[in-house]
């Protein structure tokens, strides 16, 4: 009788101690909570990231379409016509040619892919697609210049 007892002692103990460990979970619901917490934080986050990249190119491009307009008002008042700066790379001295053009005397880059220029303002390279207010008055058919490739613009 006393075996009998041990065993039914031992059996009680063990369904108690198997269902108490169950019902604490683990720590399972700890970790669904947390990475609930972090999805919403991470949703929180990119969407502030959406919106100040909307605001700048908001930004960008109404002072582009200032400078544009300035341009116009500029060429119209000095009785100019208004062109595509990147008309003279079709001339015939440049006809056929994917390399880079480079200005030597203006340490000014015309960069074809992106039918911009890339030179040097304040210690910094600056990409632009209008031309740089340093060449507007330049006849390109007389600027020497050097043709380059392959490089990292």
Same mark, same amino acid.
């Given at each position: %009788?006393?075996?009998? %007892?041990?065993?039914? #002692?031992?059996?009680?103990? $063990?369904? /108690?101690?198997?269902?108490? #460990?169950?019902?604490?979970?683990?720590? +399972?619901?700890? &970790? =669904?909570?947390? !990475?609930?917490?972090?999805? !919403? &934080?991470?949703?929180?986050?990119?969407?502030?990231?959406?919106? *100040?990249?909307?605001? =700048?190119?908001?930004?960008? =491009?109404?002072?582009?379409?200032? @400078?544009?307009?300035?341009?116009?008002?500029?060429? !119209?008042?000095? &009785?100019? =016509? *208004?062109?595509?700066?990147?008309?003279? *790379?079709?001339?015939?001295?440049? &006809?056929?040619?994917?390399? *880079?053009?480079?200005?030597? !005397?203006?340490?000014?880059?015309?960069?074809?892919?992106?039918?911009?220029? /890339?030179?040097?303002?304040?210690?910094?390279?600056?990409?632009? @697609?209008? %031309?740089? $207010?340093? %060449?507007?008055?330049?006849?390109?058919?007389? /600027?020497?210049?050097?043709?380059?490739? +392959?490089?990292?613009?």
């Amino acid at each position: %009788m006393n075996k009998l %007892m041990i065993y039914v #002692a031992v059996l009680i103990f $063990s369904t /108690v101690t198997i269902t108490e #460990a169950y019902a604490q979970g683990r720590g +399972r619901g700890h &970790h =669904r909570k947390a !990475k609930k917490e972090y999805a !919403k &934080h991470y949703e929180k986050q990119r969407k502030h990231t959406y919106r *100040y990249a909307k605001e =700048r190119d908001k930004a960008d =491009r109404k002072y582009y379409e200032k @400078r544009e307009k300035a341009y116009r008002k500029y060429a !119209k008042h000095h &009785h100019k =016509r *208004y062109r595509d700066h990147d008309d003279w *790379y079709y001339d015939r001295r440049f &006809h056929r040619r994917s390399d *880079y053009v480079y200005f030597p !005397k203006h340490r000014t880059y015309y960069d074809p892919y992106r039918r911009g220029y /890339v030179y040097r303002r304040h210690n910094d390279w600056v990409f632009d @697609r209008a %031309m740089p $207010s340093f %060449m507007v008055g330049l006849d390109l058919g007389r /600027v020497n210049v050097q043709f380059m490739g +392959r490089l990292p613009l």
